[in-house]
Every structure is written in structure tokens, then in C-alpha cells.
């Protein structure tokens, strides 16, 4: 969440291990291409910048949560996709908003089992 004088606060920046954790499962489970995907939701609407299109956290709060020390080891075919979201007026952010996505990690393509392709299609019935 931004705040008026520039400051952010990160929340939640912990629980990035679970995520490594489950995709790290997933990947073991044979999928073709596992990712982890990171979602960050910037509340940039009490920013003092005239154009709303600029009211968003940048530098060192961006910094910290692109660069956390992860506690769990991320399997080396696991891929790594950053989402942000980012509310710019105090209207529904259905009617204000900006969406940047950046893959930061290509995930290693992995031989998918015919079992694990057998189980997909039949998801989609």
C-alpha cells in the first residue's frame, strides 16, 4: 500500500514461501511448465501525483518486494511471473486501475507424462 509521502507497506511478502513451496509440488507432479506466480496490489490513491496514471509505489518499496530473501528453495525448472495491480482512484478499480506483468524466470520445459495429459483432458469434460 502506498502512502501520501511515498512510503509503502508490504504485506504478506512471507507467505511467498508457501507459494514456492506448492509450485515446487507442482513441478513434481510432471506438469510441461510450472511458474510461480506473484501477485502485488499497489493502493496508490492517496498518492499527491496530478496524473493518476503515475500513482503508483516505486523504488525501494518495489525493490523489497522483488528482491525478498526467499527462505525456501525454488526448484530450478520453476519459472517466476510478477503481476501488479495497481488501484489508481478511489473509484472501482474496475472503472481506474493498471495491470503490469513481467515473466522474470522462463520455467524450464519438462517432459509432461501422457498419465499427467490424460488427467488434464479429463478435467476439461
Wanted: net charge neutral; proline share 5%; with cysteine.
Amino acid at each position: 500500500m502506498s502512502h501520501p509521502d511515498g512510503t509503502a507497506t508490504v504485506n504478506r511478502a512471507g507467505e511467498i514461501d508457501k507459494g514456492i513451496i506448492q509450485a515446487n509440488a507442482h513441478r513434481e507432479l510432471g506438469f510441461h511448465q510450472t511458474y510461480l506466480l506473484v501477485i502485488l496490489l499497489d493502493d496508490g490513491r492517496d498518492l499527491k501525483v496530478p496524473n493518476p496514471m503515475f500513482r503508483h509505489t516505486t523504488g525501494e518499496p518495489v525493490d523489497r518486494v522483488l528482491n525478498i530473501p526467499w527462505r525456501q528453495e525454488r526448484h530450478p525448472d520453476v519459472g517466476v511471473i510478477y503481476i501488479k495491480i495497481n488501484q489508481i482512484l478511489g473509484k472501482d478499480i474496475n472503472h481506474a486501475h493498471s495491470i503490469g506483468f513481467c515473466i522474470d524466470e522462463r520455467a524450464k520445459q519438462c517432459v509432461q507424462t501422457q498419465e499427467m495429459t490424460n488427467k488434464i483432458r479429463s478435467l476439461r469434460s
